[in-house]
């Protein structure tokens, strides 16, 4: 079956600490790989995507993910976090086979001043 | 602003109450999507329009769910006999061109609570 896991419920950095938000993804297609950020009572902003050729991608927000075949991970990455970076972030899949995303459950960021 | 729009933003009825949400895409993308967000979940996918074409739906749309598109433009979901299993944040999103790997831009959801 599909699926996407987010193994952290929970996340708690310091501010200008470095992150890496972990997802591992199950799927039998060649995958479209997604991350998402959501604050609260809002929609879902695109952070950055991969489909093919290098593995480590940039996004916005100084965010960058690497895909990692042989560990179906696609974590997510920055190097310095800012207060304004607390937020719930998501991982999804997709393919070519179906338009959909399939979504993990999310990891919540909280920034310690 | 030309992104995604729901409306409304929030939802309070009754159990057993009919509701209808709006979601206009962003103007240039053939493609709309549904999806239901519960708390402390990620968004489940619920159905999908290519144009004014629905072309894949979740089990969990129920036969009380039912989605439109028409003309390929804005799009309803409305919920008949609501229940309280229905509450949730609604979302729409939308993209353009063809295959999977086309980003989806989402709307800010409509929030429904069910008394």
């Known amino acids: ?113 | 602003d030309t992104g995604v729009s729901q409306n409304p933003r929030h939802k309070i009825t009754k159990r057993g109450q009919n509701v209808t949400f709006r979601c206009d895409p962003i103007s240039e993308h053939n493609r709309l999507y549904w999806y239901r967000q519960t708390l402390g979940q990620g968004p489940e996918f619920l159905t999908y329009f290519q144009n004014e074409a629905q072309l894949e739906k979740s089990r969990l749309l129920s036969d009380r769910f039912s989605a439109e598109r028409p003309k390929g433009s804005f799009s309803t979901l409305e919920i008949q006999r609501t229940e309280q299993g229905d509450s949730a944040m609604y979302l729409c999103a939308s993209s353009s061109g063809q295959g999977g790997n086309q980003p989806q831009h989402f709307g800010d959801g409509t929030r429904l609570s069910i008394l």
């Open chain 1, 1 to 113: 079956a599909q699926s996407v896991t987010q193994p952290d419920i929970h996340i708690t950095v310091s501010e200008g600490a470095s992150l890496e938000l972990r997802c591992n993804y199950s799927y039998g297609a060649t995958p479209y790989l997604f991350w998402y950020v959501q604050s609260p009572g809002q929609g879902l902003q695109l952070l950055l995507k991969y489909f093919s050729g290098d593995t480590l991608v940039q996004g916005i927000k100084g965010f960058e993910a690497e895909f990692k075949r042989s560990q179906s991970s696609f974590n997510l990455r920055k190097p310095s976090v800012h207060w304004s970076d607390a937020a719930e972030y998501f991982c999804a899949v997709g393919s070519d086979s179906s338009y959909k995303l399939i979504f993990g459950s999310g990891t919540r960021l909280l920034v310690r001043p």
